[in-house]
């Protein structure tokens, strides 16, 4: 089966959620796993980050974690995903070295180009629908996944609002991945082991 999720995980870590992620990584369709979490103090942050690891090695997933390229450094994730704001990507290149880093472009082609420029290992783009995860975030195009097929040669992510009707459109567009979060962990008639069965 093809790999073509980028999974997020949901804002609080609860107890079954453990068993929950190793079940809908054993469905396959898993790429990447990015651990997002705010507001938390840092040793928990690591203690959580430690487990998540274990599950996903095992499913031979890439973990990545959100903001903190200090945590993703300690743990050794297998990279970091940075937005705009998240300090400056070449310290973060520098610390991570060969590790994968990725990079919010929201829906700017010039932010791409220089993501490009800087190295990063794919670009995300989004929101492309309303999402939960991010009500506030700024609107992304189809069209800019369009260009991107064309003039960006990383894999391009697609963030945001992202469920089993409208994905495919994203991935005509020009999307290797897709992002997924509240549709997995937050849908009111599956459970994330049936949900993510959704992407093929």
Known sequence: MKKLVYLISPSKIKKNFYSDLDKVLSHKNVKFFQLRLKNIKFNDYLKIAKKIKKITSKHNVKFIINDNFILAYKIKA???????????????RKKLKSRILGITCHNSKILAKNAVEEKADYIAFGSFFRSK??????????TTLRWAKKNIKKPI????????????????AGAKYIA???????????????AIRKFK
Do not use: R, V
């Open 78 to 92: 297998d990279g970091c995903h940075m937005g705009q704001n998240d300090g400056t990507f070449k310290i973060a």
């Open 133 to 142: 995860l991010k009500p506030g975030a700024k609107n992304a195009k189809l």
């Open 157 to 172: 992510i697609a963030i945001g609002g992202i469920n089993n009707f409208n994905y495919k459109k994203l991935i005509f």
């Open 180 to 194: 997924l979060s509240s549709y997995i962990w937050d849908n009111p008639k599956l459970k994330p082991e049936f």
